[in-house]
Structure formats: structure tokens, C-alpha cells
Nanobody
Framework: QVQLVESGGGLVQTGGSLRLSCAASGFTFSNYAMRWYRQAPGKERELVAAISSAGGSTNYADSVKGRFTISRDNAKNTVYLQMSSLKPEDTAVYYC??????????WGQGTQVTVSS
């Protein structure tokens, strides 16, 4: 079965950096685009970044452009989110996502990122 396991979250000060990882299994990882979402308390889940199956194309939410970088290692079935210049408003639970079939999405359990001011 499809499994996505995030790691790398934690508590960091404003301006700090974190790298999130998402280890995938149960599907042919190199065939699918991958996404990172986040959900802050009291807010809807929002798309943060996406990367194409081969890694040649990426997209970012305006709020993280220039600060976050999504990447993937298809040999390791892992997608990453490098986060720099973190702000308190980046505090959220971050989720890894894959859409295997149209409207059929799989999610990881999430990893908490807390940025202190």
C-alpha cells in the first residue's frame, strides 16, 4: 500500500532553516509528481511546493518563493523540502502528498514545524 512518512520537523528560531524529508513506498515513485502542503491552526491546508516526476519542474506558493526549495531523489524514493529564512507564519504541520489517480490522494502523517519569534 502507499505510504508516505515525513520527518525533519522541529522548533527553530526566526531566520533559521530546516529540511523536511518524505520517504515514499508502495508505488513507482519516479512516475509521479510530489507535493508538500501545510496546515496552520485554524487555517485550511495549503499547497506549499510541487515537483514533477523527474524533478525538472517545480512550483511554489508565493509566500515561500525564494525561501523554500523542493527536490527529490528518485533512487531513494524521497522528496525533500529545504526551508530557509523561516518566519513565525511558516509554523504549521507539513504534509507530503501524491495523487496516484485523479482525485485519489495519499497523505503522510505530517511533521510539525514551529518557528519562534
Amino acid at each position: 500500500q502507499v505510504q508516505l512518512v515525513e520527518s525533519g520537523g522541529g522548533l527553530v528560531q526566526t531566520g533559521g532553516s530546516l529540511r523536511l524529508s518524505c520517504a515514499a513506498s508502495g508505488f513507482t515513485f519516479s512516475n509521479y509528481a510530489m507535493r508538500w502542503y501545510r496546515q496552520a491552526p485554524g487555517k485550511e491546508r495549503e499547497l506549499v511546493a510541487a515537483i514533477s516526476s523527474a524533478g525538472g519542474s517545480t512550483n511554489y506558493a508565493d509566500s515561500v518563493k525564494g525561501r523554500f526549495t523542493i527536490s527529490r531523489d528518485n533512487a531513494k524514493n524521497t522528496v525533500y523540502l529545504q526551508m530557509s529564512s523561516l518566519k513565525p507564519e511558516d509554523t504549521a504541520v507539513y504534509y507530503c502528498n501524491v495523487e496516484i489517480l485523479r482525485d485519489i490522494n495519499y497523505w503522510g502523517q505530517g511533521t510539525q514545524v514551529t518557528v519562534s519569534s
